[in-house]
Each structure stands twice: as C-alpha cells, then as structure tokens.
C-alpha cells in the first residue's frame, strides 16, 4: 500500500514544478512591480528637485534683470552740446553767418537810397559801405559775446551741479575753446567797428 506508482509519481512532481514556476512568477511580479515603483519615485524627486533649480534660476534672471545701476548727477550730455555751441558760435563771429551778411547789404541799400548823387565822396563812401562795414562788424560781436558766455557757463557749471563728479575733459576742451574764439571774434568786432583794423579808405 505504501509504493507509489510511476503515474502518481509524476504527477506530484509534475505539480511541485508548476507551484515553483507560479512562485517564481510572482516573485519576479512582484520585484518588477517595486522595480518600477521605485524608478517612478526617482524620477519624480529628480523633477522635482529640477523644478525647484529653474525657479531659483529664473528668480535670479529676474533680480539681475530689475538691479539697474543707477548713476547721481547730471550726466554731462546737455555741457557736452552747449559746449560744442559755443565752440560753433565762435568761429561764426570769425567767419561771418548769413544774417550779418543780410544785414550789411540792407545797409547799403539804405546808404543808396538816403544819399543823392551830388553829395561828396567821404559822404558817399561813409552811408554806402561805411555802415554796412560797422553793421557786419557788429553782429560779428554779437555772435562772439554768445560764444563767450556759453562757454563761460559751461566752465562754471560743475561749481552749481552734483558735488565730487568731475567734469568731462572733452567738455572742457570744446568749452575753453568756445572761450578763445569768442575772445578772438570780440576783439575783432571792437576793432573793425572803430575802423582801427581796415578802416575805410580816405576821400582826399
């Protein structure tokens, strides 16, 4: 009674194989399962943790992007163009502008107009170009005494501005230049006003 059969000996094991595959299957189940879990819980920290990178990045751009610096004082750009003004304003009492030249030939048409033609010679010379000489002389003044003052201003500026923030050499230089042509055009004007410098010629 004790002796199995070839059969029944096969079938117990043939059993005990499909109970250790089915162990095997939920085992290796099961570890795939954690496997898996535990990738996507990874994954999940990594982003995160990646999420929390760009935030932090992202507040610094715009921290950097907001922190301007920010400059005291004037900035020298209005001294820098009244300066070149006054630069420009002394070489036209120099060379002469369109308006002294208007200005002259209106003179001279008046002196024409005023003067008959049997007044002498001096008379004649005097209302004729002698006037439009000493107008163009005078608007010559006229622009040199605007040179100097500008430049003047804008010497003396830095005095009245922002306290410890030098003035721009290139300002100064156009400045003190303004100053020396606006010298140069005014004592110029003085002198051909008073006929000291290419005075009229004489009638006698």
Known sequence: MGTKTLDET?????????????KQDVTTDGATADGVTGAE???SAAEDAAAEDGADG???VDVEAVDVPREDGP???GQGAAAVVAAALGLVSLTGSWVSTVAAAR?????????????SVATQIKEIYGDAWQTTALWGGVFALAALIVA???LVRPAFGA????QAPWIKSVAWAGVSLGVVGLLL????????LLGLPSAS
């Not at 003179?107 to 007044?119: D, W």
């Not at 306290?163 to 030098?166: A, D, V, Y």
């Open 10 to 22: 096969g079938a117990e094991t043939g059993a005990e194989a499909t109970n250790d595959e089915e």
């Open 41 to 43: 819980a990874e994954e």
């Open 58 to 60: 992202a507040d610094g």
């Open 75 to 77: 900035s020298g750009v």
């Open 107 to 119: 003179e001279t048409l008046i002196g024409q107009l005023k003067t008959s033609s049997s007044a």
């Open 152 to 154: 003047v201003v804008v």
């Open 163 to 166: 306290p410890g923030k030098p």
């Open 189 to 196: 004007a003085v002198l051909k006003y008073t006929d000291i």
